[in-house]
């Protein structure tokens, strides 16, 4: 290779069909990307650059036409623009948005993700990735790189079917395979036939970086690499980050599966089993929609015919007739059951606007009334009482990993939320990591027990409802027993290992 060739290649061009070139943003094996000034419609772009050599096959530069513009046919809110097409001197290009927010590998070196921010970053680029697929377009090289951010912090992917033109082209690759090795699927890195769901396996290394701030798989080489994709077992994340939701690990191991029939059939649905671990539920998301997305919302506005409009108004006004009608009932039933009765406030205001009543356990045994305290007779009958052989549900306890940190055994156990822990061993010490997540130490190689309680919760407009030698089941909306000492609580064993 010549000096003058070297020298050439690196030289960065002043300018590429009318647009001006400002600095090289980039440069890889497959393209080099440069930041240009569109002089005709006034904005800056990126121009993205592929390698002289693929004209040297003669089916290369239609093949090119057609895939690019195909991607640019992806008209979507979470998939970066492509304004333009050409080549220059023989050389391929094509045009997209400038992206001023930076890349996903570029967020991710400044560290993990809390899971709720990575679920809201995967909601928008499973749709955008689940709509090219509807579209037949694989992108072959999802990674975070290929994820960037405009100025509002909103992701875009990019750099849709440009590994499958590198592949198609065979001076370059010599029949080899195309793409980055740390988020290539097992059937990419074989070589085999490949479908939508490479691409949730990329997505899955890309949820498993955000998470733990590393990929999944290492190794001293490229190829290294590419072999534990095909032949290792998906990491559990947990041993990483256990302070992690339990689920995730589920998560990671259905999207990393080698077998792609045992993976999310889409991104969308890898998106919305990551909300509800986020949030609790799916989202309101989904793999089509290309108009009126911001921020997670779709801003969609129908009109009904005037017929069905007038139907829908004519039911509105019937559904509050009815609501007098029914209001007015129980306001004179009320009315002739007070007539007798004291007009003391059963409830006193500051009361009334509380927050929700814990009531702990042993307080739900007493019955007794304050000689001082007037005995207010109800002026509205008490609630049904609960059908008998009702229970107190126990707690859910489940361990989710044991650890050992500078030789100090520790482990992680879930809780529901709003559940109480009580270690009852001396020598061990429990501390909340999360709404749902506590993490236990004590003695290495030694057996503890945590007692865990989920204490009834009684609004304060409930407190009423019911006699006071019940309490009111809001689940069944009728007066239970109150429960014995120790209902609603269960013991867990705390085995902590040895430390080496």
């Known amino acids: 290779m010549s000096i003058s060739f070297i020298l050439a290649r690196m030289a960065t061009p002043t300018k590429i069909g009318r647009y001006e070139i400002k600095s090289e943003l980039g440069r890889g094996g497959m393209a080099t990307v440069y930041r240009a000034y569109d002089p005709s419609f006034e904005r800056e772009v990126a121009i993205k650059v592929l390698p002289r050599e693929m004209m040297h096959d003669p089916q290369f530069r239609s093949r090119f036409e057609r895939e690019v513009k195909m991607v640019a046919g992806l008209e979507h809110p979470s998939i970066v623009p492509v304004y333009d097409v050409g080549d220059e001197d023989g050389q391929p290009y094509f045009v997209m948005r400038f992206m001023t927010g930076g890349s996903l590998a570029g967020w991710i070196e400044k560290g993990k993700f809390s899971v709720q921010d990575a679920a809201r970053i995967i909601e928008k680029v499973a749709q955008g990735l689940t709509y090219a697929h509807k579209k037949g377009i694989i992108h072959r090289d999802l990674k975070p790189d290929n994820i960037l951010f405009d100025n509002n912090g909103d992701p875009f992917i990019s750099d849709f079917g440009i590994a499958k033109l590198s592949e198609s082209s065979g001076s370059l690759t010599g029949g080899g395979i195309i793409g980055t090795p740390a988020y290539m699927s097992p059937e990419q890195a074989q070589g085999s036939e490949l479908d939508s769901r490479s691409d949730v396996y990329g997505l899955g290394v890309i949820v498993y970086q955000m998470l733990s701030g590393q990929q999944p798989y290492n190794a001293d080489t490229p190829m290294g690499v590419v072999v534990k994709h095909i032949t290792e077992p998906v990491p559990e994340i947990l041993k990483t980050l256990p302070s992690l939701p339990s689920d995730v690990d589920h998560l990671i191991k259905t999207a990393l599966a080698k077998d792609k029939n045992k993976r999310y059939a889409s991104a969308v649905e890898l998106a919305k089993e990551l909300n509800l671990i986020a949030f609790g539920h799916e989202g309101n998301i989904t793999g ?78 007493s019955t007794e009334v304050p000689a001082t305290e007037a005995v207010v007779a109800s002026a509205i009958p008490f609630a049904p009482a609960c059908a008998a052989g009702g229970t107190i549900p126990t707690p859910k306890v489940n361990e989710t990993n044991k650890v050992c940190t500078k030789k100090i055994p520790y482990t992680f156990i879930t809780i529901p939320e709003g559940a109480k822990f009580t270690p009852l061993n001396p020598d061990m010490r429990c501390s909340l990591e999360s709404s749902t997540l506590i993490s236990c130490t004590g003695k290495e190689a030694f057996s503890y027990e945590l007692e865990v309680c989920l204490p009834p919760v009684v609004a304060n407009a409930d407190l009423n409802k019911c006699a006071a030698d019940s309490i009111f089941d809001s689940a069944n909306q009728c007066c239970a027993v109150i429960p014995p000492q120790g209902a609603g609580c269960t013991i867990f064993k705390v085995d902590l290992r040895s430390c080496p």
């Open 288 to 365: 089509s929609t290309t108009t009126g997305f911001r921020s997670g919302v779709f801003n969609k506005t129908t009109s009904q015919p005037a017929a069905a409009s007038r139907g829908m108004t004519g039911l509105i006004v019937a559904g509050v007739i009815l609501l007098v009608v029914v209001a007015g009932f129980f306001l004179l039933r009320n009315q002739l059951f007070a007539t007798a009765q004291p007009t003391a406030t059963l409830v006193p205001t500051e009361i009334a606007t509380e927050a929700p009543t814990v009531i702990p356990t042993e307080a739900l045994t």
